[in-house]
């Protein structure tokens, strides 16, 4: 069995833009989940990860949530750290990879899980429209900063090599 090879101290190693972005998406998925169930489903007890059955049914979907993202979270930063020790994580796209991932929990929960699937309403016994929007906004704007920030690192990227 052969050993796997790593770029040595010396040895130049290149950085991995796509990766970067993939392993700090990753981050950024589990960060949002942890940051939806933790203030959402915990502090302000507004819903559960699925809200159509019991309260029992409910506690037990924030569970196996909360054990998704912390699953996520470690994967990530399994990746990540290895991704340092090879010499090839991309900061500015490990970033926008970030922030991409925080966007794309943000607006799939408010799509897909909240109007899509129906398994739970950001909050009830209000007019949810506002919190639909709000909810869906901050996915959107949390996309558009990852993107911006793909951008500018492409740029750079590009004007680095051309010097």
């Not at 981050?27 to 699925?50: K, N, P, T």
């Not at 909810?135 to 090599?161: D, E, F, K, P, T």
Request: aromatic share 10%; with cysteine; glycine share 8%.
């Amino acid at each position: 069995m052969s050993t796997p090879s790593y770029p040595s101290a010396a040895s130049e190693a290149r950085p991995d833009p796509r990766r970067s972005m993939v392993v700090c998406g990753v981050i950024g998925v589990a960060v949002m989940a942890a940051v939806d169930e933790i203030v959402f489903h915990q502090i302000l007890s507004w819903h559960h990860f699925y809200d159509r059955s019991t309260l029992s049914v409910g506690l037990l979907s924030d569970g196996l949530l909360h054990t998704a993202e912390l699953l996520a979270l470690v994967a990530g930063f399994v990746l990540f750290a290895d991704l340092r020790r090879r010499r090839t994580l991309a900061p500015p796209y490990g970033w926008a990879g970030f922030f991409l991932g925080l966007g794309v929990f943000q607006l799939f929960d408010g799509i897909v899980d909240h109007k899509l699937l129906r398994l739970h309403q950001i909050r009830y016994g209000v007019n949810v429209t506002p919190y639909d929007w709000a909810w869906n906004l901050v996915g959107l704007v949390l996309l558009l900063i990852g993107a911006g920030l793909v951008v500018r690192a492409a740029r750079r990227s590009r004007a680095s090599a051309a010097s």
